[in-house]
Each structure stands twice: as structure tokens, then as C-alpha cells.
């Protein structure tokens, strides 16, 4: 009975350790990801997100700059055929996501002409979302409702395609 307790107990210390070298892991790479776009975006800050749930192959991050926010989720998974599965279940309730060319493996804006960005990369799938203040530009005070309209839906269009550029090739692993 006492072996079966001693291994019982050993086998549940490997196992939160191997949880808390695999969520190690995954903050390093998020600090490596997050390095690397400093390094490329500059004037834009960082700030580490912790993941909704108890998931542990997901890096949240939220980069902010003058009235814009963009917020990037990583999800590692285990195969290259386990992200294509996450893709393809993403966008299949979407109506008309539109493929792009030019970011990692492949690339899809959830919606036709829209901001946001889903792209893979190898075993890595990496949603972006912008949200863009252009209120607070004090050049926009004089503009109508329609060119303010025009220049929100350019502006996170613009700036999501650049953080998938930018996530599109720095180093993940």
C-alpha cells in the first residue's frame, strides 16, 4: 500500500512539473514573440494577458499605441494538421472570410475586406484583432460620419496586415 501511495505521489509530482515546464515554455515564447516585435514596432507597448481558462499552449498579448490596441492570442498546437483543423473550424461559420497571401502558411481575414487576421504557421495559430480610436487623431475633428467611418475600417485593415507581416516572420520557436 505504501508503494502504491509513493508512486502515486511521484507520478503526480512529474506530472505538475511537466504542466509547469510546459506553461515555463509557453511564457518563453511569448517574451521571445514580444521581444521580437519591439524590436520591429516601434512606439508600440506590450502587455502580457493572461489566457481566459486553464490553457496552457496560449500566449494572449495586447500592444497599444496612440489610440489603437491590438490584441494577438498564439495557440500552439501539438501538429501542423492540428492548427489546419483549427483553422478550418474557425472559419466555418464565417460567410465570406477572404484568403491573403504573403503571411506565414496561410492567412484569412474572418470577414471580406475586414480587419481582423487569422494566420498559421507550422503548428502555430495566431489570431489578430485591432480596434482603432481615430476619434482621438486630431486630425479627423473636421471629418463626416462617413470619412470617419472610411478611415476606422483603413486604419485597423492597415495595422492588422502589419502585425501579421511582422508575425509572419520573426522566430517562434
Given amino acids: 500500500m505504501k508503494a502504491l501511495m509513493s508512486i502515486t505521489l511521484i507520478l503526480a509530482t512529474f506530472a505538475s512539473m511537466a504542466v509547469g515546464q510546459g506553461k515555463a515554455d509557453v511564457d518563453r515564447r511569448g517574451e521571445k ?31 497599444s499605441s496612440e489610440n489603437r490596441i491590438v490584441k494577438v492570442t498564439v495557440a500552439i498546437r501539438e501538429s501542423v494538421e492540428d492548427a489546419k483543423k483549427e483553422i478550418k473550424s474557425f472559419l466555418q ?67 492588422g496586415r502589419e502585425f501579421a507581416k511582422q508575425l509572419s516572420s520573426i522566430e517562434l520557436e
Avoid at 33 to 58: C, D, M, T
Avoid at 99 to 111: K, N, R
Fill in 33 to 63: 514573440i514580444a521581444k521580437q516585435l519591439e524590436s520591429r514596432l516601434l512606439g508600440w507597448h506590450y502587455k502580457r494577458v493572461e489566457p481566459f481558462g486553464p490553457s496552457s499552449n496560449i500566449i494572449v498579448q495586447a500592444w
Fill in 93 to 159: 461559420f464565417r460567410r465570406e472570410p477572404e484568403q491573403l497571401s504573403g503571411f506565414g502558411d496561410e492567412a484569412f481575414a474572418p470577414e471580406r475586406d475586414g480587419p481582423d487576421v487569422v494566420l498559421r504557421r507550422g503548428r502555430y495559430v495566431i489570431y489578430i484583432s485591432t480596434v482603432a480610436d481615430i476619434e482621438g487623431d486630431a486630425d479627423t475633428r473636421n471629418l463626416s460620419e462617413v470619412e470617419l467611418t472610411a478611415r476606422r475600417k483603413s486604419e485597423v485593415k492597415r495595422i
